[in-house]
């Protein structure tokens, strides 16, 4: 199985979570394989029994695994690195600081590993402080090109930009946008992303000319009940991706 995302165009790559296995595979059916389906290490006790069962998602969706933290916890970063070194999966979430613990224990690096940065309310800074113990002390501030290189030093693919809060931060944004288009970088812009604000946010990466995009859809598409991404919603995502890439 493939190590590498299957973004449309060589442009987009949706990231969603899966309620279920049968449900990954309807997700990754309705994008037409065009997304990484997110699987949370959080919902299991063990790095054993998450890696039996995140082998078993990722071969029904041909590898297009996410190895999630749930809702960015620093806490489980030490536990997606060593997940994600025995599953190999096609993309890895972390907080700032654990991206290269997860590059080193994958042996490769072809496998994206994203570096979770927040919003500070200032265009052009970034918080790199999201680590476990780091998150706990005083806000480390950074402008956003320092960022992205110190991500790169430490094996990264792309900026996980979160909570961006849909459009609240969307002129940080903007400014995360241009800096990973300049320093070609991925982007995945994270939070409060529902189908009504989805193409104005990948609109700005796509303008910026960041090379590579994967917005992360999560709790606004999920049916409450069932606990399932919806299907459907993956499908217009996908649209609404198509229209703006061509």
Known sequence: MTLKPKFYQNRVCLNVLAGSKENARE????AEGHVLVGVLSKN???????????REYAALIDNALSVGLGAGDPYQSAMVSAISAEVQPQHVNQVFTGVATSRALLGQSETLVNG?????????LVKISTGPLSSQAADGIVPIETAIAMLK??????????????????????????ACAQQDF?????????????????KIAL??????????VYSSIIDK?????RPADVSTLLA???KLVG
Not at 207 to 216: L, Q, R, T
């Open 27 to 30: 997700i990754w059916q309705a």
């Open 44 to 54: 299991y006790d063990s790095v054993a029994s998450a890696v039996a069962d995140m």
């Open 116 to 124: 979770l940065i927040s919003p500070t309310g200032t265009p052009g």
């Open 153 to 178: 030093d430490m094996g990264g693919s792309s900026v996980k930009y979160f909570p961006m809060g849909g459009l609240k931060a969307i002129e940080e944004f903007k400014a995360v946008a241009d």
């Open 186 to 202: 991925w982007l995945e812009p994270t939070g409060g992303i529902d189908l009504e604000n989805y193409e104005a946010i990948l």
């Open 207 to 216: 303008d910026a000319g960041v090379s590579k995009v994967i917005p992360h």
């Open 225 to 229: 009940a069932s606990g399932n991404t």
């Open 240 to 242: 609404i991706t198509k």
